[in-house]
């Protein structure tokens, strides 16, 4: 079984989707990751004077309403990243995912004094389909 991941995972390394929703962007997928990126906002709710956030939570999951209603339950953390300056495009790869899955995304950021954004626009990401189709198995010649 681990055999058939690999080629399949070879297979298909050059599919790219690209979708833009609100201002969170999936730039490319990938049977088990998609590239994400999204605009670094202000510490303090559009202040163009305060400094860059201290860190971001991103969060994912296969239904829309668990992302929302449960976010630091579902699957995912805090980024290891170091948020930019806010304008900036921040970028992240979310990787482990499964192929021909569809998952919803959203991320939060934190200031130095641990006070929380709301959620981003929830973000859908359909992975790509990379089960090859069935073998031929009753291939003969005309009579």
């Known amino acids: 079984m681990k055999t058939k991941l690999v080629i399949l995972l070879i297979l298909f390394i050059g599919i790219c989707i690209a979708v833009f929703v609100n201002g969170c962007k999936e730039v490319e997928a990938q049977s088990v990751s998609v590239n994400l990126l999204w605009t670094a906002p202000f510490d303090d709710f559009n202040d163009i004077n305060s ?65 929380v954004s709301p959620i981003s626009n929830v973000l859908k990401i359909t992975t790509p389909d990379t089960t090859p189709p069935s073998a031929i198995t009753d291939l003969r010649k005309s009579l």
Do not use: C, M, Q, W
Request: aromatic fraction near 10%.
């Open 51 to 115: 400094e860059p956030v201290t860190k971001y939570e991103l969060r994912y999951s296969v239904d829309s309403v668990s992302l929302v209603n449960n976010f630091s339950t579902v699957s995912g953390g805090f980024l290891t990243i170091v948020p930019k300056t806010p304008g900036e495009t921040e970028t992240h790869t979310l990787a482990g995912l499964i192929a021909n899955t569809t998952y919803y995304v959203g991320v939060k950021s934190y200031d130095e004094k641990n006070n």
